[in-house]
């Protein structure tokens, strides 16, 4: 699917937009005072798979923890102010590499010059970020709680610091509803073109919330719109970026560790297969190669969708067909499944089928 | 968002298309022969909210199991047939409300007149269901491995059914990599007018193949496109309706029960937002009223978005504002926040704030 070009910032040493992979957000939840507890939560992040993360900087102490982190780890930081410039300027001055605010609330004139001038000399972006749960009275009033209110609040942002000659720019439009959401990235996708951070915001609880940030954000990433996600998730930030990952999985835009495409089984399948599937997926996790493994419960689409697969398995009456890369390999009791599966996927690594020789 | 006029299918009492709701699906994964166990799998199906049932009908024995289930329930039922049309008129005299079958490989010409007429008679829709895993060779050599030789394929199929005058037809399209699901779609749905069963197949174990689901099924019906929907997981059926009926109402296709709006948490929360969330969603889960609640953990976006919805609570250190619709009714110590909520509820609830006076 073909992306659309936007311009390129860097968060530190992380390329945001312009072709640059799509990252993966999330957001502290410890208090940003302590900053052990911050820093090991930043750590946890990094093993996950996150690119890039947020902090909650809510007053100066909070930017003393930007320092400690700094010191331990280069995961690029965001900060995530509100209504005070002054602590923009000492985030910045404690070395963070973006800056998550609202330019039309975070002081006067003045106090925004000197922000966006220590912003730009040192080259850390801005995310406008507006949530149309926090609109303003007049931009609701001009056009209601629609996408177009969310968008033109955002422009106005935007144009507060284009005057002033800044352009490292990133925006994001989050709604708790999704098809609100998608319709406000829509919109200001075709009106600029800077970087888009995708979220649906408030999106609840893990299981509501992985749902409805998959269809705003994949839906949105389908049609080439954005440049880096966060998902927003009542859960530890560690789950935010399991989801974020596995959206960007799902829609073959990062291809990393094993992907199984199994069936949901039926009245024809006769092994079992949920089992199967579940230990093979917990056996491979650790796997970083790309392989797409099938395991497929019947003969009507097992050997088809197999073929596609570089290995998989189609079950029979108490036995199953093992395929690699559309060849049968063999046929095997299906007892003997579980087995067979993880001992071909370790020589096929092994003799580097897939681009390196990673073993289990 | 406006959704795309198809023509109208009748599976049983079910509508299907021209802007019925849409209607969520899963199958059986029992043996079809255990008639019991089946039924009693259909009766959980609809105990989760289920609105129509696919079985498989790989013989004859298949289509006792039909009648039976027919003598306890009036839950639409589908019979999923392969390459035997005879099965298909067996499952017709058996009351099958719906088939799904591929007419091209059910048998010869004249096997397929009898089962389309027999089906026209009794007006049983026919679901054609092309898997891009079990596309035929010709396609495949014509057209690639592509959503057009899906949808060409599907073509095919329908063309032998609109030969004989046929027409109450639902197509799916189906395919385990989601984009490819989606433009196989968004091709299909501008060539013809009848209803599209929406899926991803083989999208997988329960966490990647709802994140797969929610963004090939989610990203159609956010266009408008698609009449009915089935979440193919490897897990229980149960599993499939739950996250369908999640895809809907994350899209404001359904409304029922508790909508959680609740913040992903941050170093600014002062109160245990997580777990009071969870709490609630789990005592609240019952409902069948659309009750929008908010779960804020701080003062920047909660009463922006505790304002959208119902009733909302936004924390403070040690203590929680509640808002109704809007308006601030009281602060209360964050220990009480829970029961203050679900009393609030209640009370809500009894005086038909909601449309009707069920209580929790």
Same mark, same amino acid.
């Given at each position: 699917m073909e992306r659309k070009l936007t311009r390129r910032v860097y968060a530190g040493r992380l390329p945001i937009g312009g072709g640059a992979p799509i990252s993966v957000q999330s957001m502290t939840n410890t208090s940003t005072h302590d900053a052990a507890a911050t820093l090991a939560q930043v750590h946890e992040l990094e093993k996950a798979g996150c690119d890039? &993360?947020?902090?909650?900087?809510? #007053?100066?102490?909070?930017?003393? $923890?930007?320092?400690?982190?700094?010191?331990?780890?280069?995961?690029?930081?965001?900060?995530?102010?509100?209504?005070?410039?002054?602590?923009?300027?000492?985030?910045?001055?404690?070395?963070?590499?973006?800056l998550r605010i609202n330019p039309g609330n975070i002081g006067s004139r003045a106090g925004v010059e000197k922000? &966006?001038?220590?912003? /730009?000399? @040192? @080259?850390?972006?801005? @995310?406008?970020?507006v949530n149309s749960g926090s609109l303003k009275d007049d931009m609701v009033q001009k056009y209601g709680h629609t996408p177009r209110a969310m968008a033109?609040?955002?422009?106005?942002? &935007?144009? *507060?610091?284009?005057?002033?000659?800044?352009?490292? *720019?990133?925006?994001?439009?989050?709604?708790?509803?999704?098809? @609100? $959401?998608?319709?406000?990235?829509?919109?200001?996708?075709?009106?600029?073109?800077?970087?888009?951070?995708?979220? &649906?915001?408030?999106? /609840?609880?893990?299981?509501?919330?992985?749902?409805?940030?998959?269809?705003?954000?994949?839906?949105?990433?389908?049609?080439?719109?954005?440049? $880096?996600?966060?998902?927003?998730?009542? #859960?530890?930030?560690?789950?935010?970026?399991?989801?974020?990952?596995?959206?960007?999985?799902?829609?073959?835009?990062?291809?990393?560790g094993i992907e199984i495409i199994s069936c949901p089984t039926c009245g024809r399948c006769n092994i079992d297969l949920i089992s199967l599937a579940s230990r093979l997926q917990e056996a491979l996790s650790g796997i970083k190669s790309p392989i797409k493994l099938a395991v497929m419960g019947c003969v009507v689409n097992g050997p088809g969708e197999a073929k596609e697969a570089d290995i998989g398995i189609a079950g029979g009456k108490g036995q199953v067909a093992l395929f690699k890369k559309g060849s049968i390999v063999g046929t095997y009791p299906e007892q003997r499944a579980f087995e067979v599966i993880i001992k071909e996927i370790q020589e096929m690594m092994a003799s580097g089928c897939f681009g390196d020789n990673t073993s289990l």
């Amino acid at each position: 699917m073909e992306r659309k070009l936007t311009r390129r910032v860097y968060a530190g040493r992380l390329p945001i937009g312009g072709g640059a992979p799509i990252s993966v957000q999330s957001m502290t939840n410890t208090s940003t005072h302590d900053a052990a507890a911050t820093l090991a939560q930043v750590h946890e992040l990094e093993k996950a798979g996150c690119d890039i &993360v947020r902090l909650a900087i809510y #007053d100066k102490a909070c930017t003393d $923890t930007i320092k400690a982190i700094k010191k331990e780890t280069d995961i690029p930081l965001v900060a995530d102010i509100h209504f005070d410039y002054r602590l923009a300027l000492a985030a910045i001055e404690a070395g963070i590499d973006k800056l998550r605010i609202n330019p039309g609330n975070i002081g006067s004139r003045a106090g925004v010059e000197k922000l &966006v001038s220590a912003a /730009g000399e @040192r @080259r850390v972006p801005i @995310r406008i970020g507006v949530n149309s749960g926090s609109l303003k009275d007049d931009m609701v009033q001009k056009y209601g709680h629609t996408p177009r209110a969310m968008a033109e609040s955002a422009l106005e942002h &935007v144009m *507060i610091l284009e005057d002033m000659g800044f352009y490292d *720019i990133v925006l994001s439009l989050k709604a708790s509803d999704v098809p @609100r $959401t998608i319709e406000a990235y829509r919109y200001i996708s075709q009106r600029v073109d800077y970087p888009l951070h995708l979220g &649906v915001t408030e999106a /609840g609880i893990t299981y509501n919330g992985i749902i409805k940030s998959s269809i705003g954000i994949g839906c949105l990433l389908a049609e080439g719109i954005g440049d $880096t996600i966060r998902v927003s998730l009542t #859960d530890t930030p560690a789950e935010e970026v399991k989801a974020g990952i596995g959206i960007l999985k799902a829609l073959g835009l990062k291809q990393e560790g094993i992907e199984i495409i199994s069936c949901p089984t039926c009245g024809r399948c006769n092994i079992d297969l949920i089992s199967l599937a579940s230990r093979l997926q917990e056996a491979l996790s650790g796997i970083k190669s790309p392989i797409k493994l099938a395991v497929m419960g019947c003969v009507v689409n097992g050997p088809g969708e197999a073929k596609e697969a570089d290995i998989g398995i189609a079950g029979g009456k108490g036995q199953v067909a093992l395929f690699k890369k559309g060849s049968i390999v063999g046929t095997y009791p299906e007892q003997r499944a579980f087995e067979v599966i993880i001992k071909e996927i370790q020589e096929m690594m092994a003799s580097g089928c897939f681009g390196d020789n990673t073993s289990l």
